[in-house]
């Protein structure tokens, strides 16, 4: 699997602020994690995340994972697979660090 950088998603960010702070940096997650992968294989490599969000009516499974300050999407449905890895900086302003 290929993993690259892109611009901004406009859906990203959206989950209330964690006030838990992970310890790991963006660098070392994109480094453990790769376009593709499903839920239980990032868990596996990041471990359990801090917060999970992005269900609806439709998809009741979080399609969202929080790691402290960083968002990994999956695709909505139950065996979706990861497809965006989101942050923001102290200001605010959203980083995709990586996208399908």
């Known amino acids: 699997m290929e993993c ?15 006030t838990r702070e992970r310890t790991m940096s963006p660098e070392e997650l994109l480094s453990r994690v790769c376009v ?6 990032v868990v596996a490599a ?3 995340p801090d917060d999970m969000g992005g ?7 979080p399609r969202v994972y929080r790691y ?22 102290d200001e605010g302003n959203g980083h995709v660090l990586l996208e399908r």
């Open 4 to 18: 690259w950088l892109l611009m901004p998603h406009p859906l990203a960010g959206w989950l209330v602020p964690n």
């Open 68 to 89: 402290g300050r960083i968002e990994v999407y999956f695709e909505p449905w139950k065996a979706g697979r990861l497809h965006m890895v989101y942050t923001e900086d």
């Open 46 to 48: 990041l471990g359990p």
């Open 36 to 41: 593709g992968m499903t839920r239980d294989e």
């Open 55 to 61: 269900t609806s009516r439709k998809y009741r499974t």
